[in-house]
């Protein structure tokens, strides 16, 4: 039991060792208040490369459209710019 309470010390909870995909690695983290969550955000923000946080930006674009990096590859490429209103 000491051991249990020794790993949760800091409010965070270890995740299953399973692959979750994106999340694989990541930690379930409880906060007290929204400033410390914030807190916690800027300072992983501000440990990741610029590099590192296109590319994550170009994931949540890609998932939150439904595209696959292979549809996203394989699409046809032209130089023109499709504006929709």
């Known amino acids: 039991m000491a051991d249990h ?3 949760n010390s800091n409010n965070k909870i ?3 060792q399973s692959s979750y995909g994106a999340f694989h690695g990541k930690r ?9 969550a914030a807190r916690a955000e800027a300072l ?6 610029p590099i590192e946080r296109l590319r994550e930006t170009v994931e ?3 998932r939150v ?6 549809e996203l590859n394989n699409r046809k490429k032209s130089n023109r710019i499709t504006i929709l209103q």
Do not use: C, K
Not at 28 to 36: A, G, L, N, Q
Not at 65 to 70: A, F, K, N, S
């Open 5 to 7: 309470e020794d790993d």
């Open 14 to 16: 270890n995740e299953p």
């Open 28 to 36: 379930i983290s409880i906060f007290t208040s929204f400033e410390d």
């Open 44 to 49: 992983v923000a501000a440990q990741q490369s």
């Open 60 to 62: 949540l674009i890609l």
């Open 65 to 70: 459209y439904g595209v696959t990096r292979e």
